[in-house]
């Protein structure tokens, strides 16, 4: 770890009011919570079978009110298989995705370099895919991955309507439906559905339980039984079928059991930060009101004064506001993801405004 990413999460985790984000959580805590989840079950797993994996694949299936769950290390491995699987039912190499979706901006060419898959283009704009889009795609797809929420366009979010259309617009073009459910426990509020309605769409569902629950790592595919037989035999030809992955599978259901049921309140008090930080002088949230517990806000001020504000605004008063400024195309402006996550359920509308008008006395002060 470099000195200022150290520096970053050490000042993170001394303050005593958050903002954006979560704090971090050290290795013996988080021993603590595996140990809480275990319980007095004495099991271990033995390459995915048994102990605190297979109840976590069941407690998923459960939850997304699908046949079967299978547990992964990684998403974009789980995404691997669930995509190339949906290329040998059809016979069709084609994958309708979006250019900001994560195989095509995180995951290294994974998708034509590993499966051999062909990345098709579904809409160029900073927003899910729709209907009319998918139905004109001008060549054959065999599945249609939908992220949900789209992270790289802004955390957003089509609506019901929207997302049944787009789904029953892939069917009719005989592609299989694959959603990259990341983020889908915090979805369903803006949605207006249950896990179990919007997995119900697809043919397949991958969820993380790192990214919003808290968990260590790993992922889990959902679907029918013969997508999890397909989805094991390709999980050991990817390396996933590690010999014991209990720490991770118990994690996670430490965040089912504790963050899960947070999330809604997240999400609804996302809506109150949004409010307060897009009246900041110069101030631009998006999508607004959010769809979920995270979003994009703007201010008209270079990133590294506005990280330097935040870091010293930590250090010196135990405040963390928002960190992981970029610089944008408009010089002057920089843009950060704000997550809603549970210390900030602890800040009443007034006290973000208050904490807001340090940071940016901090801004004008550098």
């Not at 001394?14 to 809480?36: F, N, T």
């Amino acid at each position: 770890m470099n000195a200022e990413r150290a520096r970053r999460l050490a000042a993170q985790r001394g303050c005593d009011r958050i903002l954006s984000g979560a704090r971090p959580v050290p290795p013996d805590e988080q021993l603590d919570r595996i140990r809480a989840a275990l319980g007095d079950d004495p099991v271990a797993d033995v390459y995915g079978e048994g102990g605190a994996v297979e109840a976590l694949e069941r407690r998923v299936a459960g939850l997304l009110g699908t046949e079967a769950a299978v547990f992964f290390p990684s998403g974009t491995m789980a995404q691997q298989v669930a995509l190339r699987y949906g290329a040998e039912l059809t016979g069709r190499t084609g994958v309708g995705l979006h250019p900001l979706s994560h195989p095509m901006v995180h995951e290294r060419d994974a998708l034509p370099l590993l499966a051999g898959l062909r990345p098709v283009r579904v809409t160029d704009a900073p927003r899910n895919p729709t209907a009319e889009e998918v139905a004109g795609l001008d060549e054959p797809i065999g599945t249609l991955l939908l992220e949900l929420p789209l992270r790289d366009a802004g955390f957003v979010l089509p609506t019901w309507d929207e997302l049944v259309a787009v789904v029953d617009a892939a069917r009719d073009r005989g592609a299989r439906v694959h959603l990259d459910g990341a983020r889908l426990w915090e979805s369903t509020p803006h949605l207006g559905r249950s896990l179990p309605e919007v997995a119900a769409l697809a043919d397949s569902t991958y969820v993380s339980f790192y990214k919003s629950l808290g968990g260590i790592s790993g992922a889990a595919l959902a679907g029918p039984d013969d997508l999890a037989r397909y989805a094991r035999a390709w999980q050991h030809r990817y390396g996933g079928r590690l010999f014991q992955q209990w720490p991770a599978a118990a994690a996670a259901l430490a965040g089912l059991d504790d963050v899960l049921p947070r999330l809604a309140g997240q999400v609804a008090h996302a809506r109150t930060v949004a409010d307060v930080l897009a009246g900041l002088p110069g101030g631009r949230v998006h999508p607004a009101p959010p769809h979920t517990h995270q979003f994009r806000f703007w201010l008209p001020h270079p990133a590294r004064l506005l990280d330097e504000a935040n870091l010293a605004l930590a250090e010196q008063d135990r405040v963390w506001f928002v960190g992981g400024w970029r610089d944008t195309e408009l010089p002057g402006t920089a843009v950060a993801e704000v997550t809603v996550a549970g210390p900030a359920l602890e800040l009443t509308a007034a006290e973000v405004a208050e904490l807001a008008d340090r940071f940016l006395r901090r801004v004008a002060a550098g």
